[in-house]
């Protein structure tokens, strides 16, 4: 870190520079000296920048859905967000682990291994509280779990488990299931304790209650998609599969889409009176000849030509012109 100069020294400077005693070519000099950079060969990077900053986006997206739901599921104000991505050895997010800790084991299928979704303890009694009807604030001590409240985390957590999928769509189509919870991170160990993990670490605030969330990932899982995680490639496939996929969208809505259409075989004007003396069997005659083409409106506008006719000893009507929107002549 550089030094920080107190006022004293920065006057003295700026003096130095007026009178000629110091030059600036000097100070430049010294600030173009090569900055040394530790590094640990035992745990060498393996991650790059680019593939973090996808990681992060990616994680951006499932802080809102996850938000999205958790403020629906528990009926509370949540407040969800990305606070770190790092890399680091899963030694170092184990030990951070403080026991009892809700750690769910996912398999993040169709990669290999396995990654770990953990919640921390106030935050999971603050969702146990609210689940059973109270307002979500745990200012109690930190106990074990017991059953029951397991049982109720394991069900949450199998759906927010259903929020990884949109995030992660544009790297790989994943289908990710909960193998199982545990409390401890002894019995939760998914990879050798020098593995490289990216750990992705969100503020969650639920209620009155703040709390950490974190999703540990080892760079085995990460390993068949990391070509895949950089940004070029993750805005690229955004905009190609967002245009296609809301021109599938709009077109599968077109097609459902229920029209009224009727045919006019055509028109006639009579008075009140006849109208209401008409008896079956009576003739009204009409202004077009079975000779004419009838018109064929959806939605009260004409659309088609038609002759009308027969099949299989129902009535029908055999389209003979599209009507195109120029056509002055059934324009409305």
């Not at 805005?235 to 889409?257: C, L, P, Y």
């Not at 004007?269 to 959806?298: M, P, R, Y």
Request: one cysteine or more.
């Amino acid at each position: 870190m550089s030094e920080i100069l107190s006022q004293e020294e920065i006057d003295a400077l700026l003096q130095a520079l007026n009178t000629g005693e110091v030059s600036v070519k000097e100070i430049e000099q010294e600030t173009k000296e090569k900055k040394v950079k530790k590094y640990d060969f035992k745990s060498p990077k393996k991650l790059a920048n680019d593939q973090l900053r996808t990681l992060n986006m990616i994680h951006e997206n499932f802080a809102r859905a996850l938000n999205t739901f958790l403020s629906g599921y528990l009926r509370t104000k949540t407040q969800i967000e990305v606070l770190s991505v790092e890399e680091i050895s899963y030694y170092e997010f184990s030990n951070s682990i403080s026991n009892p800790a809700l750690l769910a084991i996912i398999d993040f299928n169709p990669l290999p291994g396995q990654i770990i979704f953990e919640i921390s303890s106030q935050l999971s009694f603050s969702i146990i509280d609210r689940i059973l009807g109270g307002i979500g604030s745990y200012t109690g001590e930190i106990r074990a779990f017991t059953e029951i409240e397991i049982t109720l985390l394991n069900k949450i957590i199998r759906q927010i488990v259903k929020y990884f999928i949109d995030p992660w769509e544009n790297v790989i189509e994943l289908t990710p299931t909960v193998d199982k919870i545990e409390t401890n991170s002894q019995f939760a160990q998914i990879a050798s304790y020098n593995e490289t993990v990216a750990l992705i670490t969100f503020r969650a605030t639920i209620g009155e209650t703040e709390g950490l969330i974190n999703i540990c990932i080892p760079h085995i899982v990460l390993e068949p998609v990391l070509p895949k995680l950089s940004t070029k490639y993750w805005f690229s496939t955004i905009s190609k599969k967002s245009t296609d996929e809301e021109k599938n969208i709009i077109e599968k809505r077109v097609k459902k889409a229920t029209l009224n259409i009727k045919c006019i075989v055509g028109e006639a004007n009579i008075t009140l009176e006849d109208f209401i003396n008409l008896q079956e069997g009576d003739v009204i005659t009409l202004d077009k000849t079975i000779h004419d083409e009838i018109e064929i409106a959806v939605e009260d506008r004409v659309k088609y030509l038609g002759k009308p006719g027969t099949i299989k000893n129902k009535l029908s009507v055999k389209i003979t012109k599209v009507i195109e929107k120029d056509d002055d002549e059934y324009d409305e």
